[in-house]
Structure formats: structure tokens, C-alpha cells
């Protein structure tokens, strides 16, 4: 089974191509073999969560089988509350949340604040995403390795962390926070090159890297290829394509 551990629903602003057609997105899919595929809304991200979320939703509702769904929360969102949001994502079928501390000007250290998602997420076993980034060069602050993603793995040992948007953080702190937490997976979408895997793989052992596309900002042969290419054992790579996100998501075949 290929689990694509990180696919975009929509468009991000300019330059990339962008994918709002559920039977396009699963026909590139196909073309790939990829059989299932976690996706959140770039509109989630980068403006409305809860209209970002039911996108996310819809696509849950048109292909149960095939997508994954990643629902997006902002602590400071004003329009309904976390808890109502929680719920509503739980009920929908979501299976991750997503945090995005950079564009939604919170930080991860501020525990009274997070502390509502952490224990949901942590009652109904759902595994956390923290984005880094999306694309190089954005505006939005990227999360510091050092502290804030360290404690905050440190702080909830037992939720599941996924980092993505790694192409922002310096190689030496991606190492510490690897090498001195036990609860985190990195996904490759956007880290770079074949010789990346490798290295990942060595650090934190081919069972915590996660293959991921980015499918809707980059093409998704560049996330299976890295893999593929990757000067690592057959057990690995099969880890890495998809048994790791199987346990993730507790997948049931």
C-alpha cells in the first residue's frame, strides 16, 4: 500500500497548479499508485479554516476510501468555537489536525492555549501535524526547531507529531529533534532530494519519515522518486511509502 502523507486541496496563491477536482485528483493518484492520500485545505492554512475544513469534508464524503482527511485549527478562531470545531471535524470522519503557528500567530509553547486540542487529540488518538512551511520563501514565520517543536513533542508524549514543511529548518536542529524525541515523524513533501531520505532514515530510523507529494503545489513524482531513488533498504523504503502512515492513521486493510 503507497500512503501520499501529505496532499494540498485548492491553490495556493501563485505559481503552482492547484487541484479542485476530486476525480482528477484521485485519476493522478492512479497514475501513481498511490491508494490513499491525507490532504488538507490550502484555503484552511492560509485563510478560513472552517471553510478550508469543509472542502476537506466534501471530499471525505465523495471518496471515503481514497482520502484521508487533515482538518486545519486555529486556537484564536473567533467564529465558533474550537470544541464545536473539534467535534464537527470528528463527526465529519477527519482523521489528523493540522497546526499552522506561523500564519495564525500562535506559539506552541503556550500550552493554556493548545491545551483543548492536545487532549482531543489525544482522547480520540488522532495524530497532530505542525507545518513548518509550505512553500520556500513564504512570509509566514517558520516554527523553530530548537524550542518550540522539541517541547512541545516533549509536552505531549503521548500524541503523534508530524512535521512538515521541513525545508525551513536547519539540518542541526531537525537532528536534535529527532534524535531526542520519540513521538515525532517528518514528511518528505518538501524536503530535499533522494539523499534526504537516506539521511532521515539514518537519524530517526525509516519507521518515523513519512513519503508525502505535495500534491497541489508540486507534482507527485517528486515525493514517491525521492523515496524510490533513496540508497535504502527494500524494508525501508515499503516502510516509508506506506506502512508508517497505515500505523499512523490505523488503517485497517
Given amino acids: 500500500m503507497i500512503i501520499d502523507a501529505n496532499g494540498y486541496w485548492g491553490r495556493w496563491g501563485i505559481r503552482v497548479p492547484g487541484i479542485n477536482d476530486p476525480d ?27 471553510e478550508g475544513n469543509n472542502e476537506i469534508l466534501d471530499c471525505l464524503k465523495y471518496a471515503p476510501d481514497r482520502f484521508i482527511g487533515v ?9 465558533r468555537s474550537v470544541e464545536t470545531e473539534l467535534q464537527r471535524l470528528l463527526d465529519g ?17 503556550d500550552e493554556p492555549l493548545l491545551r483543548p486540542i492536545t ?34 513533542a516533549r509536552a505531549n508524549l503521548n500524541l503523534q507529531i508530524v512535521l ?24 518528505i513533501s518538501t524536503y530535499q532530494g ?12 525509516p519507521n518515523r519519515v513519512l513519503m508525502g507529494t505535495a500534491y497541489g503545489l508540486w507534482h507527485p513524482s517528486v515525493g514517491i522518486g525521492k523515496v524510490q531513488m533513496a540508497n535504502i533498504s527494500d524494508e525501508a523504503r515499503k516502510l ?8 499512523l492513521f490505523r488503517i485497517k486493510e
Fill in 164 to 187: 512538515s514543511g521541513v525545508q525551513v529548518f536547519p539540518l542541526i536542529g531537525l537532528i536534535r529533534l529527532l534524535r531526542e524525541t520519540h513521538n515525532t515523524f517528518i514528511e
Fill in 24 to 50: 482528477e485528483f484521485l485519476r493522478t493518484m492512479d497514475n501513481f499508485q498511490i491508494d490513499k492520500a491525507a490532504i488538507c485545505s490550502l484555503k484552511s492554512l492560509c485563510h478560513n479554516t472552517i
Fill in 119 to 152: 487532549e482531543w487529540a489525544e482522547k480520540h488518538r488522532m495524530p497532530i501535524y505542525v507545518t513548518a512551511g509550505i512553500l520556500p520563501g513564504t512570509l509566514y514565520d517558520p516554527v523553530p526547531i530548537e524550542d518550540e517543536v522539541r517541547e512541545f
Fill in 71 to 79: 482538518g486545519v485549527i486555529n486556537p484564536h478562531d473567533t467564529v
Fill in 240 to 247: 516509508i511509502l506506506g506502512t508508517n502512515a497505515k500505523r
Fill in 194 to 205: 533522494c539523499e534526504g531520505v537516506r539521511l532521515l532514515s539514518a537519524i530517526a530510523g
Fill in 93 to 109: 470522519g477527519i482523521s489528523a489536525l493540522r497546526l499552522y503557528p506561523g500564519f495564525y500567530r500562535f506559539k506552541l509553547s
